[in-house]
Each structure stands twice: as structure tokens, then as C-alpha cells.
């Protein structure tokens, strides 16, 4: 068939999702935004070549762009997609409270954006 899958991930500042939703989010202790940043990027790291390594084993090309930082999550997604020259984005979306405004928020606004169209998964 063909098909070639891009993994991509653009880890997010935690603040983004309250800039993103106009949600005001409280929670306990507070977090080292550069250890956060690495933490994040090398657990997205090892998911990531687990996606590959079952890719290969259904003879599917995967590769995978993890971005840890930059511009904002949603302008990632649409700039990843279009110089890929995508025909698909997949995204997921949760259904709870807090992962509808963190991840929720990112998704319609994909939604909205994408030139492509968007396949939204619930999670």
C-alpha cells in the first residue's frame, strides 16, 4: 500500500493550555519547566520508537518528529502537516475534564485550522 506514518509531538509549555482555553487551572507544588520540558521529550522519545518498531514489524514506514519546545502547539501541528504535505492528521482528544481543556482546546482548533483533514480519536 504504500503508506508512511509521521509521529508528531510538540510538547507543550504547561501555560499553554490556559492561554489556549481561558480555563484558570489550579494544582499543588510547582514544576521546573526545564525538567518538565526534558522529562516529557525523553518519555515522547521512547513511546515514539515503540510506534516505529510495531510499524516495521506491519511493514508501515514510521518516523517521528518531536518538538520540545518552540511555538505553540496548534501553529506546530498545522506547520508540521503542511511541509509534510499531509493527507491525514489523527489526533486524539480525552473526554474529562482536565483533558478536555488541555487537550480538547488543541484539537478544535486543529480542527479548525488544518488545511487536511482530521481524524479525531477519542482516547
Same mark, same amino acid.
Given at each position: 500500500?504504500?503508506?508512511?506514518?509521521? =509521529?508528531?509531538?510538540?510538547?507543550?509549555?504547561?501555560?499553554?493550555?490556559?492561554?489556549?482555553?481561558?480555563? %484558570?487551572?489550579? $494544582?499543588?507544588?510547582?514544576?521546573?519547566?526545564? *525538567?518538565? =520540558?526534558?522529562?516529557?521529550?525523553?518519555? =515522547?522519545?521512547?513511546?515514539?520508537? #515503540?510506534?516505529?518498531? #510495531?510499524?516495521?514489524? =506491519?511493514?508501515?514506514?514510521?518516523?517521528?518528529?518531536?518538538?520540545? #519546545?518552540?511555538?505553540?502547539?496548534?501553529?506546530?501541528?498545522?506547520?508540521? @502537516?503542511? @511541509?509534510?504535505?499531509?493527507?491525514?492528521?489523527?489526533?486524539?482528544?480525552?473526554? $474529562?475534564?482536565?483533558?478536555?481543556?488541555?487537550? $480538547?482546546?488543541?484539537?478544535?482548533? %486543529?480542527?479548525?485550522?488544518?488545511? *487536511?483533514?482530521?481524524?479525531?480519536?477519542?482516547?
Amino acid at each position: 500500500m504504500g503508506a508512511k506514518i509521521r =509521529l508528531f509531538h510538540q510538547v507543550p509549555n504547561p501555560i499553554d493550555p490556559i492561554l489556549t482555553s481561558g480555563a %484558570v487551572m489550579f $494544582g499543588g507544588g510547582s514544576v521546573y519547566l526545564g *525538567a518538565y =520540558l526534558k522529562e516529557e521529550t525523553i518519555a =515522547l522519545q521512547k513511546q515514539a520508537h #515503540r510506534w516505529v518498531a #510495531r510499524g516495521e514489524k =506491519l511493514g508501515v514506514q514510521v518516523d517521528f518528529k518531536i518538538l520540545p #519546545r518552540g511555538r505553540g502547539v496548534v501553529d506546530s501541528i498545522i506547520k508540521e @502537516s503542511k @511541509s509534510a504535505k499531509s493527507d491525514l492528521v489523527a489526533m486524539s482528544t480525552g473526554t $474529562g475534564t482536565i483533558e478536555s481543556v488541555i487537550i $480538547g482546546s488543541f484539537t478544535r482548533q %486543529v480542527v479548525r485550522s488544518s488545511e *487536511a483533514p482530521v481524524w479525531v480519536i477519542r482516547a
